[in-house]
């Protein structure tokens, strides 16, 4: 998430825009939209409804949860690119935001393996610590 | 293992969902990607 706090200029500036989602409910992502400082809104999936529907559900997961993915959804609609990525390798937002500016092409885009700085790994302990590693259902 | 729900495809339509946000405001898929392209970026949750 945080990593697209930082690419947040360059994708807004392509006319696109950015939704975090996930299982958590308002409080608990609220709380980390607020640690991270994230300028976009966290959309709260605490059903599964969503999560299940675009396929990335992970329901033996600690309780069910979004497994990480990234799409891009034009304004028709339609899924311009979809990404369904590992804790481990994921679409770096830079290859996102570039993909938006038209840098990129779709099928160049690789999966990295990612570590978040110490500050941004600190803040998801401390949520961690708050709110415990399951996230309950509705 | 992930459920036996087919994710949707570059070029299909996304499924529709009107979900809240974590400041209780609903949101409409139709209406977020109104004003242009959206990211949708799935996390864990929390960490």
Known sequence: MAEYRDQYEKIRATGADVSAVSVDGPERSESVRRQFELPFPILCDTRREVAKAWG???PES???IAEP???IVASDRRIRFSSRDSESKRVPAAAVAELLAGEARPDAVERRTLIPSVRDFLRAA???FRF???SPRE | MAEEI???KVGDPAPD???PDSTGARQSLAALVSAGPRVFVFYRGHW
């Open chain 1, 56 to 58: 990335v559900l992970n």
């Open chain 1, 62 to 64: 600690r309780g069910g």
């Open chain 1, 69 to 71: 993915a990234v799409f």
């Open chain 1, 126 to 128: 401390a949520s961690v």
């Open chain 1, 132 to 134: 415990g590693m399951k």
């Open chain 2, 6 to 8: 087919q994710a949707p």
């Open chain 2, 17 to 19: 969902f009107e979900l």
